[in-house]
T-cell receptor, first 111, second 113 residues
Framework: DAGVIQSPRHEVTEMGQEVTLRCKPI?????LFWYRQTMMRGLELLIY????????DSGMPEDRFSAKMPNASFSTLKIQPSEPRDSAVYFC?????????FGPGTRLTVL | AQSVTQPDIHITVSEGASLELRCNYS??????LFWYVQSPGQGLQLLLK??????LVQGIKGFEAEFKRSQSSFNLRKPSVHWSDAAEYFC???????????FGTGTRLTIIP
């Protein structure tokens, strides 16, 4: 298994632009999680899905952030419009029962 | 309030020395407990986990952790560290009835020759 796949690995964009981060979970996993990691705030859970349904989005910082999971093998995290304070590493993780498997992350820089 | 604490932000140990990283949680029951490791520029990898049963759990890469209910702790140990162990270590907790992982702030481990 290739593990959790995230794309792109690096993204540099200008303030105000739309950014879309993508995640392919491990086949057979039924839960998917989006995290953000910054020096100031550490690892934060943004949102998680179970069986493609959003269960808890209380960590989504504001309306500029949205996440979708149209099917069991794909999820997106969108930021529109992006701001410099959104610069961070965004991780996707998937799980079946108890262990979450993390992707390599997308490093986002908003100028 | 439910929380997890890693009191040490940064630890430096000599190669070959023993290691103990601390983790404490605040919760009215026993949560599920995890230790993850993050190498520079990488995602997080699970080292070990505790759900119930034997309070001393063995993980990958020679790590072990001991759950102590009386101290609400789940400290990570390794008898002899290697230079490749230099990384950031995160303690994480799942509180009952919740799939969400709550992470500690992490401990950065530096290994000196």
């Amino acid at each position: 298994d290739a593990g959790v796949i995230q794309s792109p690995r690096h993204e540099v964009t200008e303030m105000g632009q739309e950014v879309t981060l993508r995640c392919k979970p491990i086949s057979g996993h039924n839960s998917l999680f989006w995290y953000r990691q910054t020096m100031m705030r550490g690892l934060e859970l943004l949102i998680y899905f179970n069986n493609n349904v959003p269960i808890d989005d209380s960590g989504m910082p504001e309306d500029r952030f949205s996440a979708k999971m149209p099917n069991a093998s794909f999820s997106t995290l969108k930021i529109q419009p992006s701001e410099p304070r959104d610069s961070a590493v965004y991780f996707c993780a998937s799980s079946f029962v108890d262990e979450q498997f993390f992707g390599p992350g997308t490093r986002l820089t908003v100028l | 309030a439910q929380s997890v604490t890693q009191p040490d932000i940064h630890i430096t140990v000599s190669e070959g020395a023993s290691l103990e990283l601390r983790c404490n949680y605040s919760y009215g029951a026993t949560p599920y407990l995890f230790w993850y490791v993050q190498s520079p520029g990488q995602g997080l990898q699970l080292l070990l986990k505790y759900f119930s049963g034997d309070t001393l759990v063995q993980g990958i890469k020679g790590f072990e952790a001991e759950f102590k209910r009386s101290q609400s702790s789940f400290n990570l140990r390794k008898p002899s560290v290697h230079w490749s162990d230099a990384a950031e270590y995160f303690c994480a907790v799942v509180f009952f009835g919740n799939e969400k992982l709550t992470f500690g702030t992490g401990t950065r481990l530096t290994i000196i020759p």
